[in-house]
């Protein structure tokens, strides 16, 4: 099934109350002046039957969290986006607005070797990915969350590496995930993908070659992230070659379903998430954005949209989901989750690396190029826009009511979301090179980050806190 309906050229039309079904706040509705000229009695009437975001998201997270008791959403920080999937921390989570690299710092660590793995958090504990690329080696990482000292190195592989790699990628960068009981590593060696299977003191519990990767028209290396889901650890692998999205047992390895994708090279972590009244696993890339069963692999439903390659997770709220990207082509797009291919509404920005957060009814995008949009999430409406600096490859969190990104150069913005008008609270600054996204955890906000080039550069990951001033 490849469905799509095209945008009216005039502009979007769509259902009066879908205004409400995006997550529009009311007082948002009545203030913004550019939402009250397309507002319709209808949409005033249905105020009423309006459930705020933030208690959808409770409730979904809570049903996502079931089969992980032993996360702690306002402690841990699991898995690629954080507890909830969407770059969301939880709301009794308040880390500083501003910072640097001697500012709000509680404590600073050297990081060995070169990745973009994104810090994860459990229980008192950082665990990330890293290569050595002089000596080729992959290994997982744990620090301390407490005083920044380095636990155990657990050596993973040796040796493998590809020829060639895209300068801004790396031989570890995709993120770790952790159930409560293990952690899990992907890494590409030796024209494959493996996952790795950890206990909290770095042994491997088993280890699972998932299938061969040799990408030969673009050689630019390995990116996504495992997920989890249930009982299962999801992994994709998209290349010029065989490609598959595959999902095993997470206690015991054994694959669980396996399902060809195009053979395209493209990146994109793919994220589970509850819309349109159940599960779906949804990714973007090969020209589609498309939506599988997470319990069998079983696709549910595809449309024509974005491009070939994308990097970034796709976000929704309510029933319509986005994704963006890309290379060659560049697009966002909303795409209503329910089977129908609706497409809502699409423009022709990117963000190809990084992923786009949504918060109250709006998309945020801080676009390749650095410059931000505001989106209403409904119908597309640019709120506004604001040139920031760029490139941009780090995903955004949003924590304290604030949306912290940070661009390749290592300027940290923290804007508070808004309708009106892009509202910068601060810029910090980690750095040189800034690739990885923050973790948080209770009032801590974790980065790894760069400095200097060749064989001067180092690696830091860094715990900022408020605490650091008592």
């Not at 050229?9 to 203030?31: D, M, Q, V, W």
């Not at 507002?39 to 249905?46: A, Y």
């Not at 519990?205 to 061969?212: D, F, K, N, P």
């Not at 390659?309 to 890309?326: K, L």
Request: charged letters at 20%; a positive charge; glycine letters at 10%.
């Amino acid at each position: 099934m490849d469905t799509r309906r095209e945008m009216d050229p005039g502009g979007t039309r769509i259902p009066p109350n879908a205004l409400l079904r995006g997550g529009l706040k009311p007082a948002e509705l009545l203030c913004n002046r550019r939402a009250a000229g397309r507002l319709s009695v209808f949409g005033l009437l249905s105020i009423a039957q309006f459930v705020a975001p933030e208690t959808v998201r409770g409730a979904q997270a809570q049903s996502d969290l079931s089969a992980f008791p032993k996360i702690v959403p306002e402690r841990d920080w699991p898995w690629w986006r954080g507890p909830f999937r969407n770059g969301h921390a939880a709301a009794k989570c308040r880390p500083p607005i501003r910072f640097g690299e001697r500012e709000n710092v509680l404590w600073r660590s050297t990081v060995p070797g070169r990745g973009h793995s994104s810090p994860i958090v459990f229980d008192q504990r950082i665990f990330l990915a890293t290569a050595d690329e002089a000596n080729p080696s992959q290994s997982v990482l744990a620090f301390s969350i407490n005083d920044g000292h380095l636990l155990w190195t657990a050596p993973i592989s040796r040796g493998g590496f590809p020829e060639n790699n895209h300068p801004k990628n790396t031989e570890a960068s995709p993120t770790l995930a952790s159930d409560g009981d293990h952690l899990f590593a992907v890494f590409f060696h030796h024209r494959a993908i493996h996952l790795t299977a950890l206990d909290f003191d770095g042994r491997a519990v088993w280890e699972r070659t998932l299938g061969a990767f040799h990408p030969q028209k673009y050689e630019y290396g390995y990116a996504p992230s495992p997920v989890l889901y249930r009982n299962l650890v999801i992994v994709a692998a998209e290349h010029d070659g065989p490609s598959w999205i595959v999902a095993l047992d997470r206690r015991t390895g054994r694959e669980v379903w396996r399902t060809e994708r195009p053979p395209n090279i493209t990146f994109s972590t793919p994220v589970v998430a509850h819309v349109a009244g159940r599960d779906q696993l949804l990714i973007s890339g090969s020209n589609h954005v498309a939506s599988y069963h997470p319990a069998n692999g079983r696709l549910l439903w595809q449309v024509t949209g974005t491009t070939a390659a994308t990097c970034g997770t796709m976000v929704w709220e309510g029933d319509v989901v986005f994704a963006s990207g890309g290379y060659p082509k560049a697009e966002t797009i909303a795409v209503r989750a329910d089977g129908s291919g609706q497409v809502v509404w699409k423009n022709n920005q990117k963000c190809y690396e990084q992923s786009m957060i949504v918060v109250g009814g709006y998309l945020y995008a801080l676009t390749d190029k650095g410059v931000m949009y505001c989106w209403r999430t409904a119908d597309g409406a640019e709120m506004w826009r604001q040139r920031l600096a760029g490139p941009v490859s780090s995903s955004p969190v949003y924590a304290s009511g604030h949306i912290y990104w940070g661009n390749e150069a290592g300027t940290v913005f923290v804007i508070r979301p808004s309708a009106e008008r892009c509202e910068l609270v601060a810029e910090n600054r980690l750095g040189t090179e800034l690739f990885a996204s923050p973790a948080v955890s209770g009032d801590r906000l974790i980065y790894r980050f760069a400095t200097g080039h060749g064989s001067q550069r180092i690696e830091t990951l860094i715990c900022i806190s408020q605490l650091a001033q008592r």
